[in-house]
């Protein structure tokens, strides 16, 4: 199902007039032009690359692309990288690499040689030619250019006549030469039924190499590939395994490249923690524009921007699909986890769905995830990367297991993966924080895999014991910290962990404690108030039998953490003709 659905994003792509490769190319980042006199002589290397912050970034270009496999010497068609333009490499590097340069060139130009004979009556054909001929691998460390070029890991090069602005690869008589290369390239084909659509092909031995996935190699990787013998059936070895047809293999790879290429216009990547996701639909949806948003938001955005994204998941959240032009509800939306492994691409989720399926999965998630601010800042809308940071200290530390089956449910609308709740409150007991993102997402996991009834903002009647004993160890702490202005360690600091896992161990000796800070208040009005909330709250205890509980399991606990951080955000809210402001004006 991933493949077809690439196959049919290209021809959408190239139905709409997207400057996407063409069969037989690829894009490919290009460092540096040789230009070259009618005669072949070397004129300069002008160097291609453009300021982005303080790193110099190669232009992109559609190429002739021939595929690589292994250490064979295969030179690419009228452009290549250092080791095969000018059969020389970075000094530093191994004695091989070295060795092998020069043996590099010498391939680069008999094949070219061989294969440009037909028009090399062509100026800019005879001059490449003449240049390749005449050129030693000894002159490289002679080039002006040539200690800037050694600074490039592996640059990439193509060539122009110097009073001309095509490049060699563009000249149409190149261009057919290409395709006619490609056609004898295919003397033998081996013919079968492509297994993407369906019909009698010559198929392909190698897919194109897929680029963009993060922490992958430079040159791409595999989606679809056999190396191993294990992996051969019914004697059919290599990519025959899988029967694709060359133009199809061609078109879902370059797709896929196209959706995972890092551009600033790019609004069809992703980056969650360590996977890199493409997205895209069958035709033309706003969910196209807003979803990389939605899941991982840029670093800044507009106040205009801002605003519009957050009326579109307003109205996502409130299933007011109606109200939301172009969204399209029947289109068919398709979002694909890649995670590199070596040469070769993993799959790490695969979700299809239509866009209205889609709008309901993040609502459903959004009111799950609902949980009142403390903060103005808080996210409305938290996304997927904001959520999943708040289980490890760090970026690394974060599960990809655990990322990637949170990520798959959010969109699917299915489980949460339940480890997620371990993860959030090992967190919570190692840096002893608990804010609004891990409020938020302890309660979506309690709504949505547990089926529990919990509060989006305080709720003095709720008797459940686990969320009573959060809020009265916010009340107890509130109370020490009036009493302590300036405090350096407060109960929180000192007896968390336990207060939420063994009650029974501490909430005897904190409630004694509080009767001494309480007497230390000088504001009678604040005292009576404390006194009042306080005996609320054990009148809530004594819906559960009055005492405090030997353990609380992991679940009561979340509930503990709910209750708390709801406690401690309502002594923060500003309340109008509140209880406090009473018990204040008759005193």
């Given at each position: 199902m991933i493949l077809p659905a690439l196959v049919r994003y290209y021809k959408r792509l190239e139905a709409g007039g997207v400057a996407i490769p063409k069969p037989g190319y690829a894009e490919q980042k290009v460092h540096f032009?040789?230009?070259?006199?009618?005669?072949?002589?070397?004129?300069?290397?002008n160097d291609l690359r453009t300021p982005n912050g303080k790193k110099l970034a190669p232009r992109v270009m559609q190429?002739?692309?021939?595929?690589?496999?292994?250490?064979?010497?295969?030179?690419?068609?009228?452009?290549?990288?250092?080791?095969?333009?000018?059969?020389?490499?970075?000094?530093?590097?191994?004695?091989?690499?070295?060795?092998?340069?020069?043996?590099?060139?010498?391939?680069?130009?008999?094949?070219?040689?061989?294969?440009?004979?037909?028009?090399?009556?062509?100026?800019?054909?005879a001059a490449f030619l003449r240049f390749i001929k005449e050129w030693s691998p000894d002159r490289a460390a002679e080039l002006d250019a040539w200690e800037d070029i050694c600074g490039e890991a592996g640059p990439n090069f193509v060539f122009r006549l110097r009073k001309e602005k095509q490049y060699l690869h563009d000249h149409p008589k190149v261009e057919e030469r290409w395709r006619d290369i490609q056609t004898e390239q295919a003397d033998d084909p081996i013919e079968g039924f492509c297994l993407i659509g369906g019909e009698r092909t010559e198929l392909a031995r190698l897919h194109p190499m897929v680029k963009g996935v993060d922490g992958g190699q430079a040159r791409g990787g595999s989606l679809v590939g056999f190396n191993n013998q294990a992996f051969t059936s019914y004697g059919k070895d290599q990519s025959y395994n899988a029967p694709t047809g060359t133009r199809a293999a061609f078109e879902y790879s370059t797709a896929l490249s196209?959706?995972?290429?890092?551009d600033g216009s790019n609004r069809?990547?992703?980056?969650?923690?360590?996977?890199?996701?493409?997205?895209?639909?069958?035709?033309?949806?706003?969910?196209?524009?807003?979803?990389?948003?939605?899941?991982?938001?840029?670093?800044?955005?507009?106040?205009s921007e801002a605003k519009k994204l957050g009326d579109f998941l307003e109205r996502i959240r409130d299933g007011r699909l109606a109200d939301i032009p172009d969204l399209h509800p029947e289109t068919r939306f398709y979002i694909l986890g890649l995670t590199p492994n070596s040469a070769r691409l993993v799959v790490r989720f695969w979700c299809q769905c239509t866009v209205g399926k889609l709008a309901d999965n993040l609502a459903s998630h959004y009111r799950d995830i609902e949980m009142i601010r403390a903060f103005d800042r808080d996210p409305r809308f938290p996304s997927i990367w904001q959520i999943?940071?708040?289980?490890?200290?760090?970026?690394?530390?974060?599960?990809?297991?655990?990322?990637?089956?949170?990520?798959?449910?959010?969109?699917?609308?299915?489980?949460?993966?339940?480890?997620?709740?371990?993860?959030?409150?090992?967190?919570?007991?190692?840096?002893?924080?608990?804010?609004?993102?891990?409020?938020?997402?302890?309660?979506?996991?309690?709504?949505?895999?547990?089926?529990?009834?919990?509060?989006?903002?305080?709720?003095?009647?709720?008797?459940?014991?686990?969320?009573?004993?959060?809020?009265?160890?916010?009340?107890?702490?509130?109370?020490q910290e009036e009493a302590q202005p300036g405090i350096n360690a407060t109960i929180k600091d000192r007896c968390f962990t336990a207060a939420s896992?063994?009650?029974?161990?501490?909430?005897?000796?904190?409630?004694?404690?509080?009767?001494?800070?309480?007497?230390?208040?000088?504001?009678?009005?604040?005292?009576?108030?404390?006194?009042?909330?306080?005996?609320?709250?054990?009148?809530?205890?004594?819906?559960?039998?009055?005492?405090?509980?030997?353990?609380?399991?992991?679940?009561e606990q979340g509930k503990f953490i709910i209750g708390y951080y709801q406690q401690r955000t309502d002594f923060f809210t500003t309340k109008e003709n509140s209880e406090e402001e009473a018990v204040e004006t008759a005193s």
């Open positions: 032009e040789i230009l070259l006199e009618p005669d072949g002589k070397l004129f300069a290397i190429l002739p692309s021939i595929a690589r496999s292994g250490s064979a010497l295969n030179s690419q068609f009228t452009w290549d990288n250092t080791q095969y333009v000018l059969g020389a490499v970075q000094p530093d590097q191994p004695k091989k690499k070295r060795e092998r340069a020069p043996l590099a060139f010498a391939a680069f130009r008999d094949r070219h040689i061989d294969r440009l004979k037909e028009i090399k009556d062509v100026p800019v054909v196209y959706l995972l290429r890092r069809h990547r992703m980056k969650i923690v360590d996977m890199t996701v493409g997205f895209w639909a069958e035709s033309d949806t706003c969910m196209e524009t807003y979803f990389g948003e939605i899941c991982d938001p840029p670093q800044s955005m507009d106040e999943i940071r708040q289980t490890a200290r760090e970026t690394k530390d974060i599960s990809p297991l655990l990322n990637g089956q949170f990520a798959q449910a959010v969109f699917q609308g299915s489980r949460y993966p339940d480890n997620l709740l371990g993860a959030v409150m090992n967190r919570i007991r190692a840096d002893q924080t608990i804010n609004y993102l891990r409020a938020a997402l302890i309660r979506a996991l309690l709504v949505r895999n547990r089926k529990e009834n919990i509060p989006v903002t305080l709720d003095t009647s709720c008797t459940d014991i686990g969320y009573v004993l959060g809020r009265l160890f916010a009340v107890l702490e509130k109370i896992a063994t009650p029974v161990t501490v909430f005897p000796r904190l409630v004694r404690l509080s009767n001494h800070h309480l007497g230390k208040l000088e504001n009678v009005g604040r005292r009576v108030n404390f006194e009042r909330l306080l005996g609320k709250i054990i009148d809530c205890l004594s819906a559960n039998d009055g005492g405090f509980p030997a353990h609380l399991a992991a679940v």
